[in-house]
């Protein structure tokens, strides 16, 4: 399941915010893969792609940054499969 973590710093971004996530992505927990980390202009100041086996294992990913940002989990659903689900008769 693919998810997009949202983040919003409390403050400026510590230093070591690269490696935090350049060690998740070297060594992910078993059930995650993270794909791209990206700065945003605009309200929000990141975003993340990654795949997780469940909700609770995105989420435990984005407790570790839960002392430095928040951090919004949505779950991110392929086109093809929401516009199944649209064309089907109530």
Known sequence: MHFILL?????????????RVE???RRPPPGFKPYGFYWTLGSLDAVW????????EA?????RFREIADVEVLPALP???VSRL???PD
């Open 7 to 19: 983040f919003k710093f409390r403050g400026k971004p510590p230093r070591d915010l690269a490696e």
């Open 49 to 56: 792609h990654v795949e997780a086996e469940s909700v609770p």
């Open 23 to 25: 060690e998740l992505s």
């Open 79 to 81: 086109l093809g499969e």
């Open 86 to 88: 649209l064309e089907k």
């Open 59 to 63: 989420l435990l990913a984005a407790l």
